[in-house]
């Protein structure tokens, strides 16, 4: 049982004090040091926010933690080749496993707007600093299919739960806007701040882009690398505008279920569920528009 338990320590939860300490340490630094135009900095009903839907965020995920570490224990068994965590070349594998397996469910979450109205909380703020990084979804429940691979795959359940959370720890850390460019090379196979500014950006160019993460280099691989030209516009294409929680959370899925009771048909139906963010069907992209 101790083992058991041990399993199910969360890095993202050991992290958690400095995740704090890093957003005491930029707000000090943007408020002694100052900060030019191309920073935002905070405002406090933003970060109220953000820090809000994190502290919900990880009380969820640990519960759902315990869910997935049963489900992908059963998979693991069906496994035709198991690794063991006592071979480094396990751990290379599980983080390349889990670096791929990352980029498309990311890639996805963009793709799919049942996945998305999820999404959507991570880049609904307008500002863009460690802070933001804490405001997550508070329903993770796509992970599981596609994390399963992993479990097919032979590697050990605790550790797809490990390298999960190595990932989010990584990508805290990019959230930032006062680190502007890393070295070239480091810049050429890492995700980085610039690169993760381009992410959040709601600019037309800037869409659906640098899913990695914390690895780029799948994204140069699939054609969805862009790098970082203007300064982004953070926030969605069409802004919450709300700093209570449950909007943040869950307006997309209201959205969502007015759009399905409107559909004219099954097809549409499916569309607006399934289809992208701002999927529309044929009759409506094809209508004249009405003159005022």
């Known amino acids: 049982m101790a083992d058991f338990l041990a399993h199910l320590s969360d890095p993202v939860l050991l992290a ?19 900060h030019d135009d191309n920073v935002i900095g905070y405002s406090v009903k933003d970060t109220r926010t953000s820090m809000s839907m994190g502290a919900v965020a990880v009380v969820i ?33 599980m983080l390349l496993g889990q670096e791929i397996v990352f980029y498309a469910y990311h890639r996805a979450s963009h793709r799919v707007r049942l996945m998305w109205a999820g999404h959507q909380v991570h880049h ?34 605790w550790m797809i739960l490990t390298g999960l959370s190595i990932d ?38 800037y869409l659906d882009a640098n899913y990695g993460g914390i690895l780029i280099i799948w994204d140069r691989m699939f054609g969805s690398f862009v790098p970082e030209g203007k300064r982004p516009t953070y926030g969605l294409t069409k802004n919450v505008e709300s700093y209570n929680l449950l909007k943040v959370g869950f307006h997309e899925y209201g959205s969502i279920l007015r ?34």
């Open 124 to 157: 609904s703020s307008e500002h863009y600093n460690f802070s933001t990084a804490l405001r997550q979804k508070w329903t993770p429940y796509f992970q599981l299919p596609f994390w399963s691979i992993l479990a097919l795959a032979g590697i050990p359940p």
């Open 259 to 292: 759009d399905v009771r409107t559909a004219g048909s099954w097809r549409d139906k499916l569309g607006y569920v399934f289809g992208p963010p701002g999927w529309q069907p044929r009759e409506a992209l094809s209508a004249p528009a009405q003159s005022g």
């Open 61 to 93: 995920n640990g519960v759902f933690r315990i869910a997935m570490l049963f489900v992908f224990a059963a998979l693991y068994e069906l496994a035709p080749v198991k690794f063991s965590p006592h071979d480094w070349w396990t751990w290379v594998l």
């Open 168 to 205: 989010l720890v990584y990508q805290f850390f990019v959230h930032t806007e006062k680190i502007r460019k890393l070295p070239r090379w480091f810049e050429y196979v890492f995700n980085t701040p610039s690169h993760h500014r381009v992410h959040h950006g709601s600019d037309q160019e």
């Open 16 to 34: 958690t004090p400095v995740f704090l300490l890093f957003v005491a340490i930029e707000i000090l630094a943007l408020h002694v040091l100052g």
